[in-house]
Structure formats: C-alpha cells, structure tokens
C-alpha cells in the first residue's frame, strides 16, 4: 500500500509559476514509476507527466517546454515545477504512482490559474 500526499497547488496569475510536490509512504526509490495526471471540470482525467525511477520522463505535448518533472529520493518527493501557466492549465492536479504494477493516487490538490 502507497499513500500520496500532494502539496504546492493553489491560485496563480497567467505566466506564473507554481511547483507542485508528492510525498509517498515507504521509500520512493521502490516505486517504479511516479506521474501526475489532471482532470479540469468536466473533463476526463489526463496525464501531465511520468518519470520512472530511472529518471526518464514523459510529457503531454500541452505541457512540453513549460513543465518539468522530478524526484529527489534523498528528500523522498516528486516534484512538478510548472512554469508559463495559462487559464487551460486549471484543474486538480493528482499525483499517481505505480508499484509492482498496482497503481496508487494521491487526493488531488486544486490549481487554479486566473487570466
């Protein structure tokens, strides 16, 4: 069992900047994978970004260039640094993560950016 605990979200102006983390219970160097998806209302989920415990990362062509995705397993977090925020950026942000191929969610946390 994993559990996430997500911190950082809140409201921003337009072309700000915001940084996102994701603590989870036990060692992050066991997890194999670690992502943040989000979900604005009334649409579907969709994943942000991926990175495995190898450090190699995904992005969603929305986000390239603008987003960067990390974890730091002396500090035993991930973290998403979102730079260049717009209005299509709005939504709960959730973090996810993937252990002997079980998947894990944190409670999500709220990003709210105001053009």
């Known amino acids: 069992q994993v559990q996430l605990v997500e911190s950082g979200g809140g409201l921003v102006q337009a072309g700000g900047s915001l940084r996102l983390s994701c603590a989870p219970s036990g060692s992050i160097s066991s997890i194999s994978v670690m992502g943040w998806y989000r979900q604005a209302p009334g649409k579907q989920r969709e994943l942000v970004a991926t990175?495995?415990?190898?450090?190699?990362?995904n992005y969603a062509d929305a986000v390239k260039g603008r987003f960067t995705i990390s974890r730091d397993n002396a500090k035993n977090t991930m973290y998403l640094q979102m730079n260049s925020l717009s209005s299509d950026d709005t939504a709960v942000y959730y973090c996810?993560?993937?252990?002997?191929?079980?998947?894990?969610w944190g409670q999500g946390t709220q990003v709210t950016v105001s053009s």
């Open positions: 990175i495995t415990s190898g450090g190699i990362t």
């Open positions: 996810y993560a993937r252990k002997t191929w079980v998947p894990y």
